[in-house]
């Protein structure tokens, strides 16, 4: 920067609110428009900034998006080494410092910490800790100090690489079992929802407000995304309608107004359009009665509203069209579809860039300077909030002995072990004894190694341990080839081999929940069932054997057919008919140790 003497809102001694008022006074139209935008980024494998756009993300130069366009928010959709994620995070907050008012950059993150990876939800990193997807938080034991410890964990890993903002967690209630995204929120139980998100929300923060040790949380998708007619969905453009045939909206907002309680600041709204109600048919986005009408006027939020991504224009994700996710103005232009969303009560817009549209808007009359400055002003007050005025810059060393450190890889490994559920156990078949002859399927033959002797066939065997995932049905079409829909049950082919085996060999069934899969067929011929809910494959070792016990409880109904999943009601949780697991379910080891005379680890 050119001048000598500072601005007043570089001193830290003001408040936020003061340092705001001082920074607004002095932007640009321009200026205040780029705060409106949360776009994409990419960075290069070492770290460094683009030299030249992206063509796998579409995704321009960070010196087109920061310098030109004014933008001061990212939300960085690759990365895998946390090192070059923190010297890239430096890398951008120098170009922002090298701006006119050099307002830092605010990065933000998808998920990284599970096991499902979806460019459009999450990338998981091997470098960090590991962890079960959010249903599996929901299986703990005292899950409520557990999710609170994992974000906490969470925080610290994120804060080392520059992280300041998670995309999460969703607030989602999981009522519709086919739904694609139901693997990353807490479960169908919407007062468990509830509970973790706020637990969530506190251990992201670390602390009573948000700091500079703070990690904001963007908590998702309002009004609830779950209920998704027929599962599908709305990431994909055919797929647009949510739906309540058992009335069920106000339960699907709970776990939200627990979240403002908890102080959450940032809240995003989901692509999805209300059918059959009294609302607009329009995405949430520009929906008025929804994002002003609820959520700030009935539940009092008054901080930054975000759309999910690309509700104003398209882009390609993988050369795969993405958007514009408009639902209701599809028929419109981008420059009305923001002028909709403005008056609905949106402050910024996830994905798209084009601030050129508001200053256009704010020319033209069609939005007011005082409803510019009403989202700026949230937007930059969260910036001087989380300190990133005086913390600006990370020191990439600190990923090295911070991001996937020891102890941290231990408390996810043990979230992993404690959150897989008992749901069969005939005979005490489990645990099994070490030396055992077990032939495998899905889980690495070395991840026994060490327990048991592991033969190349069933009839070798004294046990069949076979590693299963919760169906899907592949979609190559549009977005959905990005994540697991349609069925639940499995293929006629894979109930047949399951049966074949476990007519040779008793057979233990290892199932990754990601949906709540129907079990009935393939569980009867099994001797012994473990639900997981991600995790590594020496983990389900140590549980076949018994060095770490099931200590689960289903955080879902596990549905007893395609039939019964067909005729419930999207929106209302716990309504497929005589389920064959219900959500608690969950069988212990203790009677099979003590009959072998050994300790519960």
């Given amino acids: 920067m050119s001048t000598t003497v500072r601005p007043r809102y570089f001193d830290p001694a003001l408040s ?43 995704a321009p130069t960070q010196q087109d998006v920061v310098a030109d366009r004014h933008i001061t928010h990212l ?16 890398r951008v907050q120098e170009l922002a410092e090298s701006t006119r008012l050099g307002i830092p950059i605010t990065l933000s993150t998808d998920p990284r910490h599970g096991f499902f990876s979806s460019p459009t939800t999450g990338q998981t990193i091997d470098a960090l800790s590991r962890w079960p997807e959010h249903p599996g938080m929901a299986a703990l034991p005292d899950a409520e100090r557990r999710v609170a410890e994992y974000a906490d964990i969470v925080r610290r890993e994120y804060l080392a690489m520059g992280f300041r903002v998670a995309l999460g967690p969703m607030a989602d209630i999981f009522s519709e079992p086919r739904w694609s995204r139901g693997f990353g929120t807490f479960g169908e139980d919407p007062a468990t929802v509830a509970r973790l998100t706020a637990a969530f929300l506190t251990g992201l923060r670390g602390g009573p407000e948000l700091g500079p040790d703070s990690v904001s949380a963007v908590v998702k998708h309002f009004p609830g995304g779950g209920p998704q007619l027929k599962g599908n969905d709305a990431h994909d453009l055919r797929y647009p309608e949510q739906v309540y045939p058992g009335d069920g909206r106000a339960l699907h907002i709970k776990p939200f107004e627990q979240a403002i309680a908890a102080g959450a600041t940032q809240i995003m709204t989901y692509y999805g359009k209300p059918v059959g109600t009294d609302w607009p048919e329009l995405a949430f986005a520009f929906n008025k009665p929804v994002v002003q009408g609820i959520l700030r006027d009935k539940l009092g939020f008054d901080g930054i509203v975000i759309t999910d991504w690309y509700v104003i224009q398209g882009t ?15 028929h419109l232009p981008p420059l009305e579809r923001i002028a909709t969303a403005l008056g609905a009560g949106v402050d910024q817009f996830g994905g798209d860039q084009c601030p050129e549209l508001v200053v256009e808007l704010v020319e033209s009359g069609r939005v007011p300077v005082a409803r510019l400055d009403s989202s700026v002003r949230r937007l930059l007050q969260e910036k001087f909030r989380l300190g990133l005025f005086e913390h600006r810059y990370v020191d990439p060393e ?8 020891a102890p941290f890889r231990s408390t996810g490994r043990k979230a992993q072990a404690d959150s897989t559920v008992l749901l069969k156990n005939t005979g005490n078949l489990l645990p099994l004894a070490e030396g055992t002859k077990v032939y495998t399927e899905g889980i690495a033959p070395e991840a026994l190694h060490g327990r048991a002797e592991v033969v190349p066939n069933p009839a070798q065997a004294d046990v069949a341990v076979l590693r299963l995932h919760a169906p899907w049905r592949e979609d190559p079409n549009g ?23 476990a007519a040779e060999v008793p057979t233990v069934l290892l199932v990754y929940l990601e949906r709540p899969a129907i079990l009935r067929e393939v569980e009867l011929p099994a ?18 054997f018994g060095d770490s016990t099931p200590q689960g409880r289903l955080p879902f109904d596990l549905p007893i057919s395609m039939a019964a999943v067909n005729a419930h009601p999207e ?7 005589a389920p064959l697991h219900r959500h608690g379910d969950g069988l212990a080891y203790e009677t099979a140790l003590a009959a072998e005379g050994r ?3």
């Fill in 316 to 330: 390609t994700l993988h050369g795969i069209p993405f958007g514009p996710n408009s639902y209701g103005l599809e």
């Fill in 398 to 405: 600190r990923t090295r002995t911070v991001a996937g450190s």
């Fill in 571 to 577: 929106d209302v949780p716990f309504s497929t008919k």
């Fill in 599 to 601: 300790a519960r680890p």
């Fill in 527 to 544: 001797t012994a069932v473990v639900a997981d809910f991600g995790a590594e494959d020496d983990v389900l070792a140590e549980i076949v």
């Fill in 479 to 501: 977005m959905t080839a990005f994540f697991h829909g349609g069925d639940l049950d499995f293929t006629p082919d894979q109930i047949a081999h399951v049966q074949a085996i």
């Fill in 75 to 90: 939300h960085l959709m690759n990365g895998e080494d946390p090192y070059a994620i923190a010297r890239f995070h430096n």
């Fill in 16 to 58: 936020a609110e003061e340092r705001t008022e001082d920074l607004l006074g002095r932007m640009t139209l321009e200026e205040k428009a780029g705060q409106l935008f949360h776009p994409a980024t990419v960075m290069n494998d070492d770290g460094t900034l683009l030299a030249e756009p992206n063509e796998d993300y579409a």
